[in-house]
């Protein structure tokens, strides 16, 4: 069982910056992981996941080239850097473990066996 906490969520007005952090409770090594979100009203959507080993990533079309995910096996943590933030980037972000040992990136969250409590990021314009 792994257990998953995120933080760095905030308040910031439109075209900061924040990072994400999530930390896991047992070694994710070989774990995909990846960054969801949920804004009110909303579904909970994809946006951005990386591989075991660090070297595949997958970010959904509305953050690219504004987000980055990271990780660092040897500290079990997940990064999720935020830059040009937009109102519409308000959600509460939640990190995701896939524990089925594969190498391609999922995107939909039914692939992941362990969530985090979410971290809340809001945006003002």
């Known amino acids: 069982q792994v257990q998953l906490v995120e933080s760095g969520g905030g308040l910031v007005q439109a075209g900061a910056s924040l990072k994400l952090s999530c930390v896991a409770s047992?070694?994710?090594?070989?774990?995909?992981m990846a960054w969801f979100r949920q804004a009110p009203g909303k579904e909970r959507e994809f946006v951005a996941g990386?591989?075991?080993?660090?070297?595949?990533?997958s970010y959904a079309e509305s953050v690219k080239g504004r987000f980055a995910i990271s990780r660092d096996n040897a500290k079990n943590t997940v990064y999720l850097q935020m830059n040009s933030l937009k109102p519409e980037d308000t959600a509460v972000y939640y990190c995701a473990a896939d524990s089925t040992f594969r190498g391609r990136v999922q995107t939909t969250s039914r692939e992941y066996d362990y969530w985090g409590q979410g971290t809340q990021v809001t945006i003002s314009a």
């Open positions: 990386i591989g075991w080993s660090g070297t595949t990533t």
């Open positions: 047992g070694r994710i090594s070989w774990y995909n």
